[in-house]
């Protein structure tokens, strides 16, 4: 198949749907970046790489960090994690209090805010320096040095982040925070300023393309089995509660965040990462969607 | 009317009752306090006074110093104060964050937790030394001069109020809350620790005997219509979800805290304080309603 | 007092308020009445009787039908009847089923939908002919032979009534209805087509500014107790979840109904009936409130 | 690999599994059934057949018919449907009301009980004989003539059917049920009430291994694009309010039901179904899942 050619097919066709969406606006530095960014990128387990558009600018990867971070506290507790988060779709907004008032302060999986908001509580607990820990671990996954947080944006998140407090103080009233609130929301608000570009994305989420195994150094981050669970929370809950709308549109394990990024992975195969920051209702990247649809469509490619 | 004799029958017969509930626990302050201790206060009009039990006795008011911050921010904004709270009851638990979610960050009354944080912080913006305002302000409504905060209490709220602070938190996302979250629960926890007697809790609780005016100095506190509105929404908020309940069986304007102390007033001719640390399911006192039940039915006095 | 004078005060006044306030259009029978009917009438505790507007006018008591019936089945079972109902303000409105699910199946309070049909299921166990004895019942309260059912409006809600079927197969899976649906919402139906004027609303409550005793012929409805807890319940759940806020501007026990009437009480004095069919968006009569509200501003009468 | 083999080993370690399950009570016809009957029934694409247990023994299919007549709405509407029923996962319990009343009728997704039910109300619009319409589909998938209602149990569902006619009668109010209730419900609880051995259901689902053509008579059942979008929709919502853990532990489109039975799909290679009555908590069948989950386990097949 001719990627290349395929990817710069998706652009032509899905760039001008953004218009139909907005950039998050809740923090200055995601409100001033361009609506018209618009990046594609690639790459297969053989590592080879397709580019178009925006591709080495980066941007706030945001929500797409909680895969990152449940991976690190997932290899390091295994199944004991789901003590303290489930693994179904919440069914609710992503920031939403009411299911988890109902269900006890546990949330109902590692991608909606609350989730991921225990698993930064647990890597505290196991890390001696969680931020440069995180931080390493997403370079060796990328393959690539130069990724950093974007301190700005962790400020800004912090100034406005009165939803997360609510969150991680609501959850700490039920025992499922451990460390200090604002500790805790210290890290969340790092990992969601990680700032990437396409590329680096593309590459990062390259080990579930290769059942588990960075491809970059040969290292296993998550055994075959775990890897293949990861993905089938991506599938279920990956984009918020539109996550249904995406597995029966797309049908591909993914991971999306408000900066306007999505990633998404066919097993054995390759890992894509789109971005465009326009975003619909609920959170995701309007062109991002449409153009992971018709990338399955003309390609043919699936995993049902 | 007899009321000494009525209130050592009512002493007698519902003391025991206490023994079903459970003293509040989630700080050591309160969870020290005997489950014996019992207190009735009553005082008319007239300012005649009965008394029995350990009414001089000064215990954790909780929840009933509601009511004292709602009249601050009342008298100072007047029918501006509904744009940040109803005066609906909640229908859920008073420290529930589900109804506050569907509402848009507006609670419900000013006398569940939600509310009382949004009071707090109007009485922030508009005293310059807020906590020695209501210090002033009750010791006045009392007639004495000798209430302070339990400073042990206050702090213990602070260490313990993770979920005052999910609820501050949460309204300052939706932008109910204008002061900072630390300022705003600071205020709270030590309005929440205001040490009353029975005595003093039933005289600061004349003036709505009184159709607004402290008889103590003739002050009024609120006007009449205010007075009026003031008692509807303790006869409807009262007591938690409890308060249809206590509306049916004792049918009296009054206001409860976790204490164990509730004040009740029946207009134009007296209040009364009772206090007694076992609560039911509620936050309520248990002997508390029952002496309250019998006391309307044993008088025949009744707003119905 | 001059009572004609000031009703005559309240219809001047608030009848052009009813212009803001939509008449209820989900049944033809409703949706016909003239916007502009207006009725007050007052009788006191003597029976002196003061009347103005369309006040011999029958209209469609609706919801006000639930105080009748709950009255039926409260002195047939006493204190049973909570086993099967709540007594607390619902806090959503008046034809919610998620209280209803959480609470298992027990109704909040029987002044909403669902508690008014476990309501006509007790009636139907208790009575041979359910209809025949709440019709006597209404006429003997409101001394007046005259007063029917409309079968046309009873007709209308039974092939609209989708919601009311659904709350009562709802409970009846959770064993709060015994007898067959649709029986239960034949009662419930016909209850609510109750075709009533001003004059006789108000009659029939005046026993609650009686101390529970018909004053027409003397005969106890409920004993003092009972009669003073049913204005309580009145007063925290008469205006659905418009209760509080009701409460909170006019004081008074009442009850209102979709058809645009409301009767009121106050204790040992009177009765008061308006009708006014444009409703506000919680379902009560718009005007009808507002002359409440001056009713006892002007007036200068309260229960608190 | 050796199919029957590893079905046998199933058998052996999965069988024991059932005891710690209940087997659904609320019908006679289903509560009577031996906890202990047990069937695998795997078919390949190429039709290759591997049996053990009781895989000749008819049961109770309940929701798993929901997928049949799915298809058959979804075959004439095209995506048209999605304006009536929703395609994300529910969150909730199958038969809740509380989702359905925050989204106004629209059920979540077309295998919770008010999607099946309005999936019901479309089929009733379209065919003229809509049971025999929906047998001759399924016995044409299944390749198998023999397959028929259970009278006796659709009998009992629609005696005890109270939630589904509670739910059916509120979509109605919210205009989402356009036919009759009694005849939508009558269609319904005919589909619950099908009854397939464990062979005939592994045929009637080989299709979705086939993208999309029945492989029995080369007839196109859904078109690929579609027959996919229905597979991810299995996995995100085919097993109830658990179905983001089974996609987690299973990782394959599913349907299950509360007679005990489960049938997955590997694309491209083959169908399996599994029978063992006694459930767990959430309504899916407790061996069944553990069979499941050993399959992918031991057969190292997945989609992921």
Same mark, same amino acid.
């Given at each position: 198949?001719?990627?290349?050619q ?18 998050? /606006? ?6 001033? !970046?361009?609506? =018209? *960014? ?15 558009g ?10 797409? /960090? ?17 003590? *303290? ?7 609710? &907004? ?5 299911q ?15 989730? &991921? ?7 505290? =607990? ?8 995180l ?17 700005? !944006? ?13 969150? &991680? ?14 500790? !805790? ?6 990992q969601?300023?990680? &700032? ?32 293949? *669970? ?6 279920? /809950? ?12 797309v ?6 965040? !408000? ?11 390759? /890992? ?12 995701? =990247? ?19």
């Amino acid at each position: 198949m001719d990627y290349q050619q395929l990817i710069e097919r998706l652009y032509q066709e899905t760039k001008p749907l953004a218009a139909q969406g907005k950039v998050a /606006s809740y923090i200055p530095a995601l409100a001033e !970046v361009p609506a =018209s *960014r618009f990046a594609i990128s690639l790459i297969t387990r053989k590592q080879e790489k397709f580019q178009t558009g925006d591709h080495q600018m980066p941007f706030s990867i945001q929500s797409i /960090s909680k895969v990152f971070t449940f991976i690190l506290a997932y290899k390091n507790l295994g199944a004991a994690i789901w003590d *303290r988060i489930g693994r179904e779709p919440s069914g609710t &907004a992503f920031n939403s209090l009411i299911q988890l008032e109902h269900e006890q302060g546990i949330p109902r999986n590692p991608f909606i805010n609350a989730g &991921a908001i225990v698993v930064a509580d647990i890597i505290l =607990s196991i890390c001696k320096n969680p931020k440069q820990t995180l931080l390493d671990f997403v370079r060796t996954l990328a393959g690539d040095q130069a990724i950093t947080f974007d301190k700005q !944006v962790a400020l800004s998140e912090k100034t406005t982040g009165h939803r997360n407090y609510a969150l &991680a103080h609501f959850m700490k009233g039920f025992g499922n925070i451990i460390n200090p609130v604002d500790e !805790v929301l210290d890290l969340y608000f790092h990992q969601c300023a990680l &700032a990437m570009n396409a590329d680096q994305l593309a590459s990062s989420f390259l080990f579930l393309a290769n059942e588990g195994t960075n491809p970059f150094d040969q290292q296993e981050v998550l055994n075959p089995s775990r890897a293949k *669970r990861l993905k089938a929370l991506m599938l279920t /809950s990956g984009l918020y509660n539109e996550s249904g709308d995406f597995a029966f549109r797309v049908g591909l394990p993914a991971k999306s965040g !408000v900066g306007g990024g999505i990633v998404a992975v066919i097993p054995k195969q390759l /890992s894509i990462a789109i971005w465009s920051p326009p975003l619909n209702a609920m959170g995701n =990247s309007i062109a991002g969607i449409e153009a992971l649809e018709r990338f399955t469509t003309y390609s043919g490619q699936s995993i049902f």
